[in-house]
């Protein structure tokens, strides 16, 4: 179980990737139709994201299979990310800007995958756009939040993102990443800080025990 919180987000991460067959909901999404308040709110989201450099927090993951977990979230855009889950949960996972990396430090083993391959590549790359690459599901308001909701453009059938903000201020609050099987993950931020300062250290994964030969490998 402890491994299960954390490869749920993996998974999910994974789903969008691979073609999975779509659920019943997700078929029945078309992209939208913007409105003019809809294209403004989401060049709003796109200067706000883009104006985030660094960024620490807590996070909540909860999926719909019931699974919950709590840890650490590093973020050090463009391309880095960190999630480290709070103990005994044994998982560690690491965007170094090339690959995202799942590790189990108790097995010493690890999985990869290409980083623009993952859901999350548009809020990492250096100059954040919600249309490109993307198609627009939905633009979501409701008292005092704001959500949008994405899917990528040339696998329009493996999954949706959908990202939720406080409004006015403007702040992400959570994420959900919905796979192609309809599991559905969600991540909260808790109590977020932004412009800290981070070791880029923290990034490099090639001295964990049984990752750096799948490096060396890569």
């Known amino acids: 179980m402890r491994r299960y919180v954390a490869a749920a987000l993996f998974g999910s991460i994974l789903a969008l990737g691979s073609g999975a067959a779509p659920s019943l909901a997700q078929q029945r999404d078309q992209v939208a139709a913007l409105t003019t308040q809809d294209s403004a709110d989401i060049a709003r989201v796109e200067d706000y ?3 985030i450099d660094t960024m620490e927090t807590r996070f909540v ?9 709590e840890g650490t979230l590093t973020l050090d855009r463009p391309s880095r990310l960190r999630f480290d889950y709070d103990e005994p949960n ?10 995202f990396l799942y590790y189990d430090r108790e097995l010493e083993q690890a999985s990869q995958i290409p980083l623009w391959e993952t859901p999350l590549w548009f809020l990492l790359r250096e100059k954040v756009s919600l249309r490109n690459g993307l198609e627009i599901l939905g633009v979501d308001r409701g008292p005092g939040t704001l959500t949008i909701r994405a899917r990528q453009q040339d696998a329009p059938d493996q999954g949706q993102v959908a990202l939720v903000f ?7 609050l959570r994420w959900e990443i919905v ?3 309809g599991v559905a993950t969600q991540v909260a931020l808790v109590a977020p800080r932004f412009g800290v300062a981070v070791d880029r250290d923290i990034f490099n994964w090639s001295d964990l025990p049984g990752a750096g030969l799948q490096q060396r490998n890569h």
């Open 179 to 181: 796979d192609g099987r």
């Open 49 to 51: 994201l883009n104006r």
């Open 166 to 172: 406080s409004d006015r201020p403007l702040q992400l």
């Open 90 to 99: 044994p998982i560690l996972m690491i965007a170094d800007g090339y690959v």
């Open 61 to 69: 993951q909860v999926s719909s299979n019931g699974s919950y977990a």
